[in-house]
Nanobody
Framework: QVQLVESGGGSVTPGGSLRLSCDAS????????VGWFRQVPGKEREFVAA????????NYADSVKGRFTISINNAKTTVYLQMNSLKPEDTGVYFC????????????????WGQGTQVTVSS
């Protein structure tokens, strides 16, 4: 089974950038789609972006479209989330996960969640 580890989080000011990584341990990312979600205490886990690892297929939440870019490396072992023009509302713990489901915006469709990486955007 593939284990996922998120990294790259940190604290930035509004307008700054971060690049998150989702690394697969124990093999390649085998499922059809990899997604990024974020969560703050007391709120639902929110869809951010997803990518199909076999062939290009990119999906973004409306709130991040035009600012975030999801990508995957050639070995299909790491998924990246480039986050530009960050806003305070982007703050949260960011998770990656995998799914075969077409319903890629729903957290319940995913499995193999990582432990998350904290992103804080504040002035």
């Amino acid at each position: 089974q593939v284990q996922l580890v998120e990294s790259g989080g940190g604290s930035v000011t509004p307008g700054g950038s971060l690049r998150l990584s989702c690394d697969a341990s124990g093999g390649s990312l085998r499922q059809y789609r990899v997604g990024w979600f974020r969560q703050v205490p007391g709120k639902e886990r929110e869809f951010v972006a997803a990518i199909r690892f076999l062939g290009g297929n990119y999906n973004y939440a409306d709130s991040v479209k035009g600012r975030f870019t999801i990508s995957i490396n050639n070995a299909k072992t790491t998924v990246y989330l480039q986050m530009n023009s960050l806003k305070p509302e982007d703050t949260g713990v960011y998770f990656c996960a995998t799914t075969y489901s077409v319903a890629y915006t729903r957290a319940s469709s995913y499995n193999s969640w990582g432990q998350g990486t904290q992103v804080t955007v504040s002035s």
